[in-house]
């Protein structure tokens, strides 16, 4: 199939008691998070790995892989979001131009910001693109040309995560005297590694298991 017609599974989703409960536990995810973040508990010493904030990136996805493939009621809720919201919610993305800016004020090493920062916007403008034509046009919009976006903004992330581990103070990539990226260990811009990636990492997922779906 070359084209792809959005068609909701699940519309009455959101009064569902899978909606009331994933909004619940999302809403203690965020507040978990903010409160590690403002007692400073993802700011690492230098030179150690940040294990928390890495803990806290990947551990939501390890449950929501868990999750999916255990949980039929979960999974079917999943399956029936509308892709394009999931699509336009990375929009938001062009935030990431931030860290380009706190370059500019040698507050982040180039290769961490404008990695990060540059490919979080070119995802972000994608995603208003594509999702804005399948609003309008859904018919037009190709299966392959949601996957390639979708593998660009899945490998944007990791790059992101890695390069910012490998220039923090002591690491492998950062230059002893110049900037590091520690900063993002620091409220609130731990708050991005902290919860806007691993959330953004599960819609990736999402996506991939409703064209997987569709292609079925």
């Known amino acids: 199939m070359n084209s792809l017609v959005y068609v909701s599974r699940n519309p009455q989703s959101m009064t569902s008691a899978v909606s009331r409960l994933v909004v619940l536990i999302g809403l203690a995810w965020f507040v978990s998070v903010t409160a590690l973040a403002l007692a400073d508990r993802f700011n ?6 940040p294990l928390l904030i890495l803990l806290a990136v990947f551990m939501p996805v390890a449950i929501y892989g868990i999750a999916y493939y255990r949980i039929s009621a979960f999974r ?5 979001i509308d892709m394009r919201l999931l699509i ?15 370059y ?3 507050r982040l090493p180039a290769l961490f910001a404008l990695t990060a920062g540059l490919g979080d916007a070119m995802t972000a403008m994608a995603a208003l ?3 804005t034509a399948l609003y309008q046009q859904g018919a037009s ?14 490998i944007d992330f990791v790059a992101a995560v890695s390069l910012g581990v490998m220039t923090r103070s002591g690491e492998a990539l950062h230059t002893a005297g110049q900037v590091s990226s ?3 260990g620091t409220f609130p811009l731990a708050l991005i590694p902290g919860f806007a990636v691993p ?4 819609t990736h997922l999402i996506i991939y298991a409703q064209l997987r779906r569709r292609e079925g």
């Not at 990375?90 to 800016?101: E, I, L, T, Y």
């Not at 919009?141 to 899945?154: A, D, K, T």
């Open 44 to 49: 690492a010493a230098a030179g150690e790995r």
């Open 76 to 80: 079917e809720w999943v399956l029936g």
């Open 88 to 102: 336009l919610l990375h929009s938001w993305r062009m935030v990431g131009m931030g860290f380009v800016f706190l």
């Open 104 to 106: 500019f004020y040698d």
């Open 129 to 131: 693109f594509i999702g």
């Open 141 to 154: 919009v190709s299966r392959q040309r949601i996957l390639l976006w979708n593998s660009f903004g899945l």
């Open 182 to 184: 520690d900063i993002m």
């Open 199 to 202: 959330f953004y990492l599960i």
